[in-house]
């Protein structure tokens, strides 16, 4: 069974960025996806990237440009660059392969002047 230990997160001012990283307890060579959720207060979770073995990645339009969802497999670990935060990107940060296995606690993302 694997899990997933989110970090990184933290409050940040607007234009801002936080590296977050997501641990996974066993290797994700052979996890053919790895996606980053969120979840704002009173909303559902919601998609923001994903990266595939091979590297093709894919975005939240909202996110593009802003956001670089990387995978290092050798440290069975998935990153999640986010530059340029706008205060409507705080929300709980989960990370999870596809298809979805047990969620992790998250890493709060707070952006705010």
């Known amino acids: 069974q694997v899990q997933f230990v989110e970090s990184g997160g933290g409050l940040v001012q607007p234009g801002g960025s936080l590296r977050l990283s997501c641990a996974a307890s066993v290797s994700i060579t052979r996890i053919p996806a790895m996606v980053w959720y969120r979840q704002a207060p009173g909303k559902q979770r919601e998609f923001i990237a994903s990266?595939?073995?091979?590297?093709?990645?894919h975005y939240l339009d909202s996110v593009k440009g802003r956001f670089t969802i990387s995978r290092d497999n050798a440290k069975n670990t998935v990153y999640l660059q986010m530059n340029s935060l706008r205060p409507e990107d705080t929300a709980v940060y989960y990370c999870?392969?596809?298809?979805?296995?047990?969620w992790g606690q998250g890493t709060q993302v707070t952006v705010s002047s």
């Open positions: 999870n392969a596809y298809p979805n296995r047990d």
């Open positions: 990266v595939a073995t091979g590297g093709t990645d």
